[in-house]
């Protein structure tokens, strides 16, 4: 906040205050208050209150160095004295004792009338005092004495009832002092009993609510100090609760020292320990608040100043202590001044500062009016808490503010700890997509290249490509382990346990590490019992527990064997991976199971690697339901063993497997089976009439091994290395399929799939997205986006040739069968109707020539409009498709006069786009179906009314009308074939626009049939 806007906002705030104890003190004390003069107050024209009272200020008779009563005679050292204030210059000024007395005396001049109780109210009467009214004792504090050592200090505000039945009060006052600057230093109150007594129990209750709200504000202090972290903060908010509590008990009506009996040296010394508190704690207070902006020196020496003055009070005698009362109460201010700096430092940068200036303001502000009204500059009737609850309001205010701007920032930080945290998932995608990408090309230029027919490798060539591509899937799985360390964590791994021969993928597993122990004299060997039970377990989850079990022997052994054995017991079946490599330490032991952490040797770092393969592999046999542990003794090698549930338990001879690495005649076997298969799929798709594939990625190599891979399947690929670029060409080519990568910039694969679905349906143009994440969250946004089918990288070129095979031949039967039904449907005019109406033009021509000739027009366009190459098109003109209605009708109503009547309600554009063919075939329903039933006839109405989000078309009759369950059946697949205009319309309509007809109808009451054309889609 800026200095000088905070500087005027504190004027405003002082101002207010201000005028908030003004407002105070006015309701409490009358408007013009009457004042003693030459000590005498007269009230005689005073009208009293029973709420209101007054201050017996003014002018008041005092006889300096003499205790009197009303009983004695007058005396020539009277003289007279302002009330309230010091009597400090009343005395001689030879007179250098620092123990005083003195009396004052008042006589107040009663309101005539009728008598009525009256009584006063005593402030701070230093510091021993006896009042007496019309010569009667009324109350003594402590023993006002002419000698010091017969001095008894006691000073307590009471309410005091004067003598009643008078016409005049004559008050007379005895105090002595152990200070120059005694005597009446703050106003007394006059009014009736009803009036003092009220000012008597409101001045103690403001001070106990004071107390109370304080003490709310420590009690929280307390409580979050022991609840959350130990901060000295909450000490030192404490501490200023307490002495401000105890200044205010200890102050004014003095309510601490009823309660408890103290001396009276101690009631002066804990009075200044209160304030002095005050002031000692503000500074260390905001010193913690703002630890970041104390560079000077000024709190140190005011810890010393304070400590000093501490000891001072304690030790010192009270009258001594009570004539550096102005220097110790210099305190307060000085502790305010140092506050400020600090808080000056740190307005600049906090801009919840200004609570604390606020409160500081409030605190220096009430010192203020307390040392003016203990002056006796000011009267204050009744005790004003304001000021000090303010300024603990403001400091609740401030912490508050605080705790809401760190709730705030906690949010915030969560918040972006979660981003960070997607975006170390994305990043881990990203990472993984970007590496597959060349991953990708190697593998299938790799395959391209050993299944080349034309261009065949030797056998040296054949192998290494072999081994290229073992190679390459191992990549994929250590990528894979980045994926599924986040995925793990994300519990978003899902299972699909079946029985599996673990022999059988431990051989697997051994084919794919065969590459990694070349140039190692390492030697495998597998130890199973020939009746093993199977492991319930999910095949390639337990191929990367495997691999990476294996991995990490083979990485760690640099001569020696490898050992995979199994055995079962107790309904598991336990593996062991042993290795004879330089073994793991106990201390590594109890950390290699954990995410990210690798033995501490060098060997270990050098070796390379995430640290995650150990980690994922536990986390994978925990969710099969076994367990996994580790022994080893360092330098002999190192034993990983895990279990998984057993589908059976079966028991048999063990036998010895030497490398049982997958023979070459049957690699050989496997891969001439492959090419069999890939020959007879080549076979299924070589047509005259190549499907269209727009394929999308960003990556040129990726489109370039697309085309190499459906190149020898025969499809006509179109190229597009963005996703608004693909849908430009969709604009241009009539494509049967689009293969998307799912991650490029600008437009995703996902979000070109919706795009997509925004035109086509999933028959229309199927979609095939090429994903490097297969986690079942990206399978299901992928679908949810519109895809038919997804692979993931690095793909199998045999997979998406079927994949690419299945899609293209599912929209390719699609659409053959939609020419069919459109084809059939052109035929839909029946033979009888064709005779019937040359049979109306025939009789026609014999009595009306003309109307023939008309019949005869309009019998034409209704056979060009029906055999019309439009009627295939996706959607057609409304009026077109009302003109063949229109024609239809008119042929009906030649042949069969009033029995057919025609009402027409088009409010729609002539323009809007309907399916060709949806409108005559219920109008024909409706005429054959419908009113012909009926021996004489009916009325069909053909209406189409615009709305808001496209129009509606409905064909109404009042015919025979149907049941609810002929209703129903017309639109089944099995409904008989007379209704297959219907139930075509029906699926084209569901097709177009997501939704069918509408068919209300009763028997004997007629039918309407309805559908509703989108705007969206027209």
């Known amino acids: 906040m800026n200095t000088k806007k905070l500087i005027l906002l504190t004027f405003l705030f002082i101002i207010a205050l201000t005028s908030i104890r003004m407002m105070w003190y006015s309701t409490e004390l009358f408007q013009h208050q009457p004042k003693a003069e030459k000590g005498q107050l007269d009230l005689r024209n005073w009208q009293p209150s029973s709420k209101r009272v007054i201050a017996l200020n003014g002018e008041w008779e005092f006889y300096p160095m003499e205790l009197r009563d009303s009983g004695?005679?007058?005396?020539?050292?009277?003289?007279?004295?302002?009330?309230?204030?010091?009597?400090?210059?009343?005395?001689?000024?030879?007179?250098?004792?620092?123990?005083?007395y003195g009396?004052?005396?008042?006589?107040?001049?009663?309101?005539?009338?009728?008598?009525?109780?009256?009584?006063?109210?005593?402030?701070?009467?230093?510091?021993?005092?006896?009042?007496?009214?019309?010569?009667?004792?009324?109350?003594?504090?402590?023993?006002?004495?002419?000698s010091e050592a017969q001095f008894r200090g006691l000073n307590r505000p009471a309410t005091i009832e004067l003598p009643a039945g008078a016409d005049s009060i004559d008050l007379w006052i005895q105090m002595s002092s152990l200070i120059p600057k005694g005597g009446i230093t703050t106003a007394m109150w006059f009014g009736t009993e009803e009036a003092v007594q009220h000012k008597s129990i409101m001045s103690p209750a403001m001070q106990l609510i004071l107390c109370v709200v304080i003490l709310l504000h420590g009690l929280y202090a307390i409580i979050l100090f022991f609840l959350g972290p130990s901060h000295k903060t909450l000490i030192y908010f404490s501490l200023l609760v307490l002495t401000a509590v105890l200044s205010v008990l200890a102050d004014d009506d003095r309510l601490l020292f009823h309660w408890l009996n103290l001396p009276f040296e101690w009631e002066i010394k804990l009075l200044f320990f209160a304030y002095m508190g005050i002031a000692a704690v503000v500074p260390p207070l905001i010193k913690r608040l703002f630890p970041l902006y104390n560079g000077d020196r000024s709190l140190v020496w005011f810890h010393i100043l304070s400590a000093v003055?501490?000891?001072?009070?304690?030790?010192?005698?009270?009258?001594?202590?009570?004539?550096?009362?102005?220097?110790?109460?210099?305190?307060?201010?000085?502790?305010?001044?140092?506050?400020?700096?600090?808080?000056?430092?740190?307005?600049?940068?906090?801009?919840?500062?200004?609570?604390?200036?606020?409160?500081?303001?409030?605190?220096?502000?009430?010192?203020?009016?307390?040392?003016?009204s203990g002056r006796g500059l000011v009267s204050q009737p009744i005790y004003y808490p304001v000021d000090l609850i303010i300024a603990f309001l403001c400091f609740a205010g401030f912490w508050f503010k605080r705790f809401v701007r760190a709730s705030e920032q906690n949010r915030q930080l969560a918040a972006r700890l979660q981003r960070d945290d997607k975006r170390k998932d994305q990043f881990l995608a990203n990472t993984s997509h970007e590496l597959r990408n060349p991953l990708h090309g190697m593998i299938h230029i790799a395959q391209s290249i050993r299944e080349d027919r034309d261009h065949p490798q030797s056998e040296r060539n054949a192998k290494n490509l072999e081994l290229l591509v073992t190679i390459g899937k191992r990549m994929s799985y250590l990528l894979n382990d980045m994926m599924d360390a986040t995925r793990l964590k994300e519990g978003q791994i899902a299972l699909h346990t079946t029985p599996l021969d673990v022999h059988a993928v431990t051989a697997g597993v051994l084919e794919m590490v065969r590459f990694m122990t070349e140039g190692k004299p390492i030697r495998f060997r597998t130890v199973f019992p020939d009746s093993l039970p199977r492991a319930i377990a999910d095949e390639n989850?337990?191929?990367?527990?495997?691999?990476?079990?294996?991995?990490?022997?083979?990485?760690?052994?640099?001569?020696?064997?490898?050992?995979?054995?199994?055995s079962a017991r107790d309904g598991m079946v336990c593996v062991r991976v042993s290795d004879t490599g330089i073994g793991i330490s106990d201390d590594d032991l109890k950390l290699i199971f954990q995410p990210y952490e690798q033995g501490q040797t060098s060997l270990d770092r050098a070796a390379g690697g995430f640290g995650l393969g150990l980690s994922i592999s536990r986390q994978l046999v925990e969710l099969h339901g076994g367990s996994i542990e580790a022994s080893s003794i360092p330098g002999q090698g190192s034993t990983f063993s895990f279990t998984l549930p057993a589908a059976g338990m079966e028991t048999g001879p063990v036998h010895e497997w030497q490398s049982l690495l997958l023979p070459a005649e049957e690699y050989k076997e496997e891969q001439e089976t492959y090419r069999v298969n890939e020959a007879a799929a080549a076979r299924y798709t070589d047509k005259s009439d190549r499907p269209v594939v727009l394929a999308v990625d960003d990556d040129p190599l990726n489109l370039t091994i697309i085309e190499n891979v459906l190149g020898k399947e025969h499809y006509r690929l179109v190229k597009a290395s963005s996703g608004s670029e693909a849908l430009r060409l969709l604009e241009q080519y009539p494509a049967d399929l689009v293969i998307a990568d799912v991650m490029m910039p600008y437009m995703s694969g996902y979000e070109l799939a919706r795009k997509i679905?925004?035109?086509?349906?999933?028959?229309?143009?199927?979609?095939?997205?090429?994903?490097?994440?297969?986690?079942?969250?990206?399978?299901?946004?992928?679908?949810?986006?519109?895809a038919n089918d997804y692979v993931a990288k690095p793909v199998d070129s045999l997979e998406l040739r079927s994949?690419?095979?299945?899609?293209?031949?599912?929209?390719?039967?699609?659409?053959e069968r939609l020419r069919l039904e459109a084809a059939w449907l052109q035929a839909q005019i029946k033979p009888h109707f064709l005779f019937n109406t040359l049979n109306s033009i025939a009789a026609l021509g014999t009595f009306q020539p003309d109307k023939m000739q008309q019949l005869l027009d309009v019998f034409s366009r209704y056979l060009r409009i029906s055999y019309d190459f439009h009627n295939s098109d996706r959607l057609v003109q409304l009026d077109r498709e009302l003109e063949l209605v229109r024609a239809y009708l008119y042929i009906e109503q030649e042949r069969f006069g009033e029995r057919l009547n025609v009402e027409w309600d088009i409010r729609?554009?002539?323009?809007?786009?309907v399916p060709p063919l949806s409108i005559q075939p219920l109008v024909e329903n409706a005429v054959n179906h419908g009113i012909l039933k009926k021996a004489k006839g009916g009325t069909i109405a053909i209406q189409a009314e615009k709305h808001s989000g496209g129009t509606r078309i409905a064909i109404r009759d009042d015919g025979a009308g149907m049941s609810p369950t002929t209703v129903k059946r017309l639109l089944e697949d099995s409904a008989p074939a007379g209704g297959i205009g219907l139930r075509n319309t029906d699926r084209r309509l569901k097709q177009l626009y997501g939704r069918g007809l509408t068919i209300t109808s009763k028997p004997g009451e007629g039918a309407e049939v309805s559908f509703h054309i989108s705007e969206n889609r027209e």
């Open 309 to 372: 003055l501490f000891l001072f009070v304690i030790f010192g005698p009270t009258q001594i202590v009570l004539s550096y009362s102005r220097y110790l109460t210099a305190l307060l201010p000085l502790s305010l001044l140092v506050s400020f700096r600090t808080l000056k430092k740190a307005i600049k940068h906090d801009p919840d500062t200004f609570f604390l200036v606020f409160a500081t303001s409030a605190i220096f502000l009430n010192v203020v009016w307390g040392s003016i």
């Open 541 to 566: 989850r337990l191929v990367q527990v495997l691999l990476n079990l294996l991995h990490n022997a083979v990485k760690h052994t640099d001569e020696g064997e490898i050992v995979v054995s199994a």
């Open 757 to 786: 679905r925004e035109r086509f349906s999933m028959v229309e143009l199927p979609v095939l997205l090429l994903t490097a994440r297969s986690s079942p969250d990206d399978i299901y946004t992928g679908f949810h986006a519109g």
């Open 72 to 100: 004695l005679s007058e005396s020539a050292s009277a003289s007279f004295i302002h009330v309230p204030g010091s009597w400090a210059s009343s005395f001689s000024a030879d007179y250098n004792s620092s123990y005083r």
């Open 908 to 913: 729609a554009d002539s323009g809007t786009m």
């Open 803 to 815: 994949r690419v095979r299945a899609l293209t031949d599912m929209k390719l039967t699609m659409a």
């Open 103 to 146: 009396t004052y005396r008042l006589r107040i001049w009663l309101p005539a009338g009728e008598p009525q109780a009256y009584s006063i109210r005593t402030g701070n009467l230093r510091f021993a005092s006896a009042i007496y009214a019309n010569g009667t004792l009324l109350e003594q504090f402590g023993h006002p004495s002419e």
